[in-house]
């Protein structure tokens, strides 16, 4: 591999190959699936292939070249199956700590910039904010590129990040955590603090009025435990913190000057604009539902959040669709549910069920 003029490691072009021709009834062969791809029908396109000889590894570092060559920085995928649902977690937790530390010290050490391809169902905010702080000391401006569902954990990561890039069909998600319940299931820490001050709400109103409170809420009351609250504000707060703390020192960063070009912004309104954003992510009421789907524009629309659209940037949208389309084959077609890879980095997670 050579260094290009930004001092990070490039793959060498691949010559195109020939796709080989067979009878006019039997589908044609490929050794490459983006040597197939057509535009604006990319994940579609591949199914009118078989595929023989192909260097899956190599396919998907070619993919990262296409979005290195137009950001001019290292590409660091951490890619988890939101595709075919399996019994096995694919969320954010303790077993990527080694992974993702290795994917970043792979990159040169004079490298100040990067992207992270971030793709995920959520998982642990404590494992984030372990991402976070190997990340941010080192790394002076870090992008992130959202190719599909980036959600709830997912999210607060990506509040660490200088720039948030989606594409249309790309999302976010809330970030009230779920904390475990007396039966063992996880709900969302917020929905009990709704659940709690809509009881408390409905209670002062007919004391106001003379009466008693309901005795379906006193019993709904009873039956919630102090300690699952206590976790759930717990949580609540961590996870606001997190994405305040994040916004305000990362997001914010360059933020220097208001819409008008003239009035400087301070540091207290990117603090207080970050606590509000984060609180908006938090609030249970606006999305009543911890897996709600935030697109870019909802991202803006409920809580003046700025996202870069892929489009905006030059062939950025094509090379990301691309991405997705690849990936969204090989979770379909692999045993894969976990990448962490980059140009000179691979870690492959995969499912191998326990036969009887």
């Known amino acids: 591999m050579s260094r290009n003029k930004h001092g990070y490691n490039m793959m060498p072009q691949r010559p195109v190959k020939t796709i080989v021709k067979t009878k006019a009834t039997e589908i044609p062969i490929s050794d490459s699936l983006l ?36 950001r001019h920085r290292p590409v660091l995928c951490y890619i ?19 992974p993702f530390t290795e994917l970043i010290n792979r990159v040169p050490s004079d490298i100040k910039d990067i992207d992270i391809v971030l793709v995920t169902p959520g998982g642990s905010a404590q494992q984030v904010a372990r991402f976070v702080n ?59 603090m709704t659940l709690v001050d809509d009881i408390k709400n409905r209670g ?74 984060a609180k908006d992510l938090c609030d249970h009421s606006k999305w009543m539902s911890h897996g709600h789907a935030i697109n870019r524009e909802s ?21 990301m669709r691309r991405m997705w389309a690849l990936f969204y084959w090989l979770f379909e077609n692999t045993p894969a549910i976990k990448y962490f890879i980059s140009d000179n980095y691979c870690v492959i997670r995969n499912f191998n069920p326990i036969k009887s």
């Open 35 to 70: 040597d197939v791809m057509v535009d604006g029908y990319e994940f579609e396109s591949l199914l009118h292939y078989q595929y023989s000889g192909v260097n899956l590894v190599d396919e998907i570092r070619r993919s990262i070249k296409e979005i290195t060559d137009i």
């Open 80 to 98: 988890a199956n939101v595709v075919k649902p399996i019994n096995v977690s694919v969320s954010i937790d303790d077993s990527d700590d080694l």
């Open 134 to 192: 190997k990340l941010r000391p080192r790394f002076n401006n870090v992008g992130f590129i959202l190719l599909n569902k980036c959600m709830s954990a997912g999210t607060i990561f990506t509040m660490s990040g200088n720039e948030i890039i989606m594409g249309k069909d790309a999302c976010i998600g809330p970030i009230d955590p779920q904390t475990p319940s007396k039966s063992g299931n996880y709900v969302p820490a917020q929905a009990i």
């Open 204 to 277: 002062e109103e007919q004391i106001k009025k003379g009466s008693q409170p309901a005795w379906s809420d006193i019993v709904l009351l009873k039956n919630i435990d102090p300690k699952e609250l206590g976790n759930a504000i717990s949580a609540s707060k961590y996870s606001i913190n997190l994405v305040s703390d994040y916004l305000a020192n990362y997001k914010f960063k360059d933020w220097t000057h208001h819409s008008d070009g003239i009035t400087e912004v301070t540091l207290e309104e990117k603090t207080i604009r970050a606590n509000e954003i």
């Open 299 to 319: 991202a803006w629309a409920v809580c003046r959040l700025k996202i870069v659209h892929s489009e905006s940037i030059q062939g950025m949208d094509r090379a």
